[in-house]
C-alpha cells in the first residue's frame, strides 16, 4: 500500500510539472456548466423557433448519463497518456522489479485516479445535472462510470504503442460512450448488439429507473478490464 | 513524383497507425446511428456528424502526429532534405482530407445527401483548415498535453457557432466563416460561390499561416518529449 501511494505521489508530481494536465483536469467542471445552463437555453431557443413543445428535454436523462461518463472519460485519457509516457520510458519495467509490482503500479495509476476521478464526477453531477434523478442512482452511475473510465484507460495503454496511436484509442474509447444512446434510440432486441458496452446498461437503467442494469453493466465491465489488464501485463 | 512519395508516406503512417481502421469503425457506428434515427432527424444529423468528426479530425490529430515526427527525428530528415514547406504541408492536407472525403461521402450517401458534389468539397477545404489550425499549433508546442489543451477553446470557436447555425440559421452567424461550410454540407446551393470562396479565403490565408511557422519550426528543429 505504501509503495503504491508513494508512487501515485509521484505520478501526481509530475503532472503538477505540466500545468497542462492539471488544467484538462478543472475541464469537466467547464463543460458541466456548459451543460447545465447551454443546454435548457438551446432548448428553449429551437422550441421558439420550430414552434414545438419540447425537442431535447425528453433526452435530459441520457444528456445527464453523458455528464456522468465525461470526467472518467477525460481522466482515463490523461492517466493513459502518462502511462504511455512512462512506459516509452521503459519506466514500468523498472517499477515492475520493485515492491510496488506490475499490479501496484496498475493500481497507482488506474485506481488511485479513479477515486479522484469519482469524487470530481460526484461535484460535477451534483451541481451540473438536467434531470431529476434519486442521488443513489446518480451515485450508482458514477461508480459504474468511473470503472468504464479505467477500462477506456486499459484500453488506450493496452493497444497502443506510442502517443499516436493512443490518440486513435483513445478516439475509439468513446465508442464505449456511444452504446448509451440505444436504449433510448433503438427499439426491439436489435438494440441488444450494444450490450457488451457498459454504457448501455447504465443508459438502460436510467430509462427504465432500474438498478438491476447498474449491476449488468459492472459486471460487463469487469470482464473488459480482466482481459486488458491480461493483455496490457503480456505488454509489459 | 516527390510529392507522391511524401503523400503516400503520410497516408502509410496515418494506416500504421489506426486512422483508417478507426475511421472505418467510426463510419460503421455513425451509419447505425443514422438508420436508426427518424427520418426527419437524419438530414442534420449527417451535417452534424461530418462538420464535427471526420472534417475536423487534423484538428484532433495533426499535434500527435507532428510531436511523433518530432521526437522521432522525421523532421530533422525532411528539413535537409529536397522536400520543401509547402510540399509537407500539402502532403498532410492531402492525406487528412483524403479521410474526411471518403467518411463523408459513405455518409453522404447512406443519408440520402441531396448535393453531394458539393458536399464533399466543402469537406475537403473544411478538412484543410483544420489540419493547418492543428498545424499552425503543433508547431509552437512541445507537448501533446500542451497541444490539447490549446486546440479546445479552437475547436469549441470553430465547431459550435456552425453547429448552432445548424439548427438556428440566423444572420449574424451568417458571417462567421465557418457557417459557409456547414451550409454546403446540408446542400444548400443558393450562395454557392460566396461558401466556396469565403471557405478558399480562409484556407489560402491559414496556408500562408501555416508556411510560415512550419517554416520557422523546421529551422529551429530540437529535442521534444512526446
Redesign the interface.
Known sequence: MKAMLLSFFQMFRQMKK?A??L??AF?PVLVGALFRFGIPF?ET??IN?LEVEQIISPYYGLLDLFLVMLTPSMYSF?VA?VVL?EA?ERLISYLAVTPLGKKGYLLSRFGMTGIISLFMSVVVVTFFHLASMNAAMLIVLVIVSTVQGICSALLIVAFSA????????G??TM?FT?GA?APF??SGK?QYLFSALPSYWLAKAVKESNYTFTGIGLLVTAVWILLLVKRFEKKL | MRFIKLLLGDIRFQMK???YL?YL??SA?YIM?LL??PETWREKAVSLMIYSDPAALGL??MG??V??EKSERVLNALAVSPVTTIEYILSKVLSLAAISILVSLVLAVVAGSNNIPMLLLSVALTSGIFTLLGLIVATKIN????Y??AT?PLEILCVVPPL?YL??PTKLLRFFPLCSSMVLITGSVHSAGYDIAILGLVFALLLVLAYSSTEKMWKRLGGV??
Open positions: 505540466d497542462m494536465l488544467a484538462i475541464v438551446a431557443q429551437l423557433y490523461i497518456m509516457e516509452d506510442n502517443k499516436v496511436e493512443g490518440m486513435a484509442v478516439k475509439f465508442l456511444l444512446l434510440f433503438i436489435a | 497507425y489506426g486512422f478507426l469503425t467510426f457506428v446511428l436508426v434515427f484532433f490529430f500527435a502526429i510531436l511523433l507537448s501533446l498535453n500542451g490539447l489543451m479546445v448552432i439548427f438556428c518529449t512526446l
